[in-house]
């Protein structure tokens, strides 16, 4: 439950819900994100938009690693695991983990908005 209303209200937020053509650029990410987890998370993202969902994962997942104190990557990373998992079983393992990257996502940064193209959304 509580993984479907995060996943809901990340495609519902106001902006771009999916991944644009365009590149996010590193100026676009929320403020608190080093350069070494901002390239993971630019390669992340290039590769979700492309469906390689297994490549995203790796990469978040050193964004991640480089990062520990930013959002982004948790978000990302469950999102990513989200996709992963999407057509299995409602209480699948991989849909579990995807709870708790976007709890530990909004726990960092309850405010944190995804940036999927050219345009950040920032906070109001």
């Not at 644009?20 to 992340?44: C, F, H, L, R, W």
């Not at 930013?70 to 991989?94: C, M, N, V, W």
């Given at each position: 439950?509580l993984l479907?209303?995060?996943?809901?209200?990340?495609?519902?937020?106001?902006?771009?819900?999916?991944?644009?053509?365009?590149?996010?650029?590193?100026?676009?990410?929320?403020?608190?994100?080093?350069?070494?987890?901002?390239?993971?998370?630019?390669?992340?993202?290039?590769?979700?938009?492309?469906?390689?969902f297994a490549?995203?994962?790796?990469?978040?997942?050193?964004?991640?690693?480089?990062?520990?104190?930013?959002?982004?990557?948790?978000?990302?990373?469950?999102?990513?695991?989200?996709?992963?998992?999407?057509?299995?079983?409602?209480?699948?393992?991989?849909?579990?983990?995807?709870?708790?990257?976007?709890?530990?996502?909004?726990?960092?940064?309850?405010?944190?908005?995804?940036?999927?193209?050219?345009?950040?959304?920032?906070?109001?």
């Open positions: 439950m479907s209303a995060l996943v809901l209200a990340a495609v519902l937020a106001p902006q771009d819900p999916a991944p644009s053509a365009g590149a996010v650029k590193s100026a676009d990410m929320p403020a608190g994100t080093t350069a070494a987890a901002q390239s993971n998370i630019d390669a992340g993202l290039a590769a979700f938009k492309k469906r390689r490549a995203a994962e790796a990469d978040f997942t050193k964004a991640k690693d480089a990062d520990p104190a930013s959002a982004a990557p948790y978000f990302y990373l469950g999102y990513t695991y989200y996709k992963l998992a999407e057509k299995k079983r409602p209480f699948h393992p991989d849909k579990e983990k995807a709870k708790e990257m976007f709890a530990k996502a909004y726990s960092i940064d309850p405010g944190f908005r995804p940036v999927w193209g050219e345009k950040a959304a920032r906070k109001p």
